[in-house]
């Protein structure tokens, strides 16, 4: 193959910033929080999405930038200037959030007759309850600690609220241990609904943060607090199990699992007002750099604020419900067995219901000639109907065999509960492939027909959730193919058995084939293109972050090959680079759902091959977990794909933002000047307009 070699020497390309390209998406988030075309607690809601996305950054990535700064050397990737770069850069993002949150969200809600009533604005009336509801409902459920020798700096779990607090006076023993610490338990309500005030059409909340402080000087009496503040450590949380050393990779994660609230901290969060004297009391306490500390005007944890968002009864200020319509490739009622063997089925979530999946699993378990189930899990939820079905399929009688990914990272405790429920029942449970994560969604159903044994298959690009299959856009594909079923077969018993595997029919895996051989596709269509053959490449995934892959088709954009890169979220391959990436685009598009389906389009000299996948561009995708791809060769399906996938995303003027060479991301509509948008066409909204109900 030919890949950067011949790029020349002053055309040399440099990729964009991984974690700064992963900002950059929260920040393109962000703006839904600004716009004003989006309903306002929806608005509330994305700025609650910004505010996770960051805890999760923070707890996954930020360990290795914060070690490299605090030893100040080089290690690997990082150094003590990245970590100051990635942390300018989320302050930034912070400071925005907050007047976001303090300048127009809560404004707004207030003129809605929805607010938030701190202390000093709290009447009479609304005081003698908050103090009452401290008493009855809080004040028993906290035990504040006054640090001293023998009472060290308690165990502050990950993400948790928490009050330090500096007293004057002494205590019952005479000492003047100023220091003191109030943990609020996770079990009490973020924000609680205040009674209505007669004749007035306001609802009133009151945050927990506030209403503890507000009563902070009950817990001590006898002495006075002189100074207070909230705070909240983020941990680091990526659990670390070597599974070469471990016997039962299942006992280790939970044991592993118990420790996750309490790794090294990595960002502490403070009131606005939090003095010098106590931020670095807390600083030192956790080890932690100045850079580490965020100051913030308001509640320390915004992603609480999905609590008063669900306690709020106003229709006019959310999305417009959204019902998916049944597939249109199923008839209702139709046996899915006598569907597939007229053709596969392609299913557009969440414009079209996921309930479809389930119900094929339901017939699959309640069919006498339904022998045995295959399924991989890897995030299913808390309640999962999928695994009461697995579990009725045992005990009716079918050989039941779950591959459980142990280590979906935040999953890891469900899915133990649920490979215990299973084997518990007398499924067959393995956990994949030492060293490799099973990300591959798939479905293998054996039914006797006649004298016969027949494959159906269910493959998704996403995961067997029905509560993300709501909120996420992805491809489900049932099929009924004798050579795709087959390598679904082989792949199973290579998941159970570790027996190497046999050559495949249609399905190209990770981590033996699947990034090999999109190299080599990418490759064909490079040299299509130098001898002046029309080619092209259209992408649409989550993330490119693999470097072999971002070299190639940069590669390839040198060559000719006209490549549209669809990416939600991090991409380290600048777009249109003089000299490097000219014929390269890249756009990602936010909207109400989370884009998560993952296509990949080969067009060379008039020859199509269209994929379908589990598996994002990205280094650990290719080459460390088990990921499946997959042909779509039907025409109507393919040509279905094509313009549900890919065109309606390459048009849309509303929520694409376009890749710059420099990894700047401006607004599509805005025509690349940064302006206001100027037309309104949305890939999403049409999709659900199309499919969907509403009511």
């Known amino acids: 193959m030919v890949f950067m070699n011949a790029i020349p ?40 999405i910004v505010s996770s996305n960051l805890d999760e950054f923070f707890e996954v990535r930020m360990a290795p930038q914060l070690g490299a700064h605090k030893a100040n050397e080089q290690r690997g990737l990082y150094t003590a ?155 680091h949380s990526d659990l ?36 010098e004297h106590l931020s670095n009391f807390l600083l030192a306490q956790f080890d932690l750099p100045a850079q580490a500390l965020y100051r913030v005007p308001g509640p320390v944890n915004l992603v609480r604020l999905n609590q008063l968002i669900d306690q ?3 229709p006019a200020l959310r999305f417009e419900r959204y019902n998916a319509g049944w597939p249109v490739d199923l008839t209702p009622g139709q046996s899915f067995f006598d569907r597939l063997q007229q053709g596969d089925v392609l299913i557009h979530q969440p414009y079209e219901s996921f309930d479809a999946v389930l119900a094929f699993l339901r017939e699959a378990v309640e069919d006498p000639n339904v022998l045995a189930i295959k399924q991989t899990i890897y995030r299913t939820g808390a309640k999962s109907e999928l695994m009461d079905l697995l579990r009725e399929g045992v005990r009716r009688g079918k050989e039941v065999t779950a591959v459980v990914e142990l280590k979906a990272r935040f999953d890891e405790e469900a899915n133990i509960n649920y490979a215990e429920r299973l084997e518990s029942v007398g499924a067959q449970v393995v956990y994949g492939v030492v060293g490799l994560k099973t990300h591959a969604k ?68 990770a981590p033996f084939h699947l990034h090999r051989l999109m190299l080599e596709k990418v490759e064909a269509a490079a040299a299509a293109a130098r001898v002046g053959k029309p080619a092209r490449i259209t992408l649409k995934m989550n993330a490119l972050t693999d470097e072999m892959l971002a070299r190639a088709l940069a590669q390839a ?66 080459l460390r977990r088990v990921e ?42 805005a025509g690349g000047s940064g302006k206001a948008r100027s037309v309104q066409h949305s890939a999403q909204h049409n999709l659900m307009a199309r499919y969907g109900t509403r009511g």
């Open 9 to 48: 020497a002053h055309h040399r390309l440099q990729f964009l910033d991984r974690d700064h390209s992963i900002l950059a998406f929260n920040e393109r988030v962000m703006d839904w929080a600004r716009r004003t075309d989006v309903p306002l607690l929806e608005r509330l809601r994305y700025l609650s």
């Open 81 to 235: 200037e990245t970590y100051d770069r990635v942390s300018t850069t989320v302050h930034a993002m912070v400071a925005q959030q907050y007047a976001i949150y303090n300048d127009e969200l809560l404004p707004l809600l207030e003129k809605k007759g929805i607010k938030l009533v701190t202390h000093g604005e709290r009447n009479l009336r609304q005081r003698r309850w908050v103090k009452e509801y401290f008493q009855r409902e809080v004040q028993p459920l906290l035990m504040p600690v006054g640090l001293d020798p023998a009472h060290p700096f308690p165990q502050v779990a990950n993400k948790s609220l928490n009050f330090i607090v500096r007293l004057r006076g002494k205590d019952a023993f005479g000492r003047e241990n100023e220091i003191a610490i109030v943990k609020v338990p996770r079990i009490l309500p973020r924000f609680v609904r205040m009674p209505p005030i007669k004749g007035s059409k306001q609802t009133h909340f009151v945050s927990i943060s506030s209403l503890i402080r507000s009563h902070l000087a009950d817990l001590f009496p006898g002495r006075q607090v002189t100074e207070f503040s909230q705070f909240r450590v983020t941990r």
């Open 240 to 275: 670390a199990v070597d599974e070469e050393e471990v016997k039962n990779l299942r006992t280790a994660l939970r044991k592993g699992l118990q420790q996750r609230h309490y790794g090294e901290a990595l960002r502490l969060e403070v009131s606005a007002g939090c003095s």
């Open 312 to 314: 709020v009864d106003a």
């Open 442 to 509: 798939m479905l293998l159903v054996t039914r006797r027909e006649g004298g016969n044994l027949k494959r159906y298959a269910h493959l998704s690009t996403g995961n067997y959730n029905p509560g993300t299959a709501r909120l996420y856009t992805d491809l489900s594909y049932l099929t009924a193919d004798d050579a795709l079923t087959a390598d679904l077969e082989q792949i199973f018993l290579h998941l159970a058995s570790q027996n190497r595997l046999p050559k495949l029919n249609k399905v190209l895996i």
């Open 557 to 622: 954009s040198q060559c000719g090959v006209q490549i549209d890169l669809i990416v939600r979220g991090a991409c380290i391959l600048p777009a249109q680079l003089p000299g490097v990436t000219d014929n390269l685009r890249v756009r990602s598009v936010i909207g109400r759902l989370l884009e998560h389906s993952r296509v990949f389009h080969f067009n060379v000299d008039g020859v199509e091959e269209l994929w379908l996948s589990s598996a994002d561009w990205m280094n650990r995708n290719m």
């Open 628 to 669: 499946l791809a997959w042909p779509v060769t039907d025409p109507a399906l393919r040509e279905r794909i094509i313009d549900e996938c890919l065109l309606a995303y390459l048009h849309d003027s509303k929520d694409a933002w376009l890749l710059q060479p420099d990894g700047r991301y401006v607004p599509a509509g």
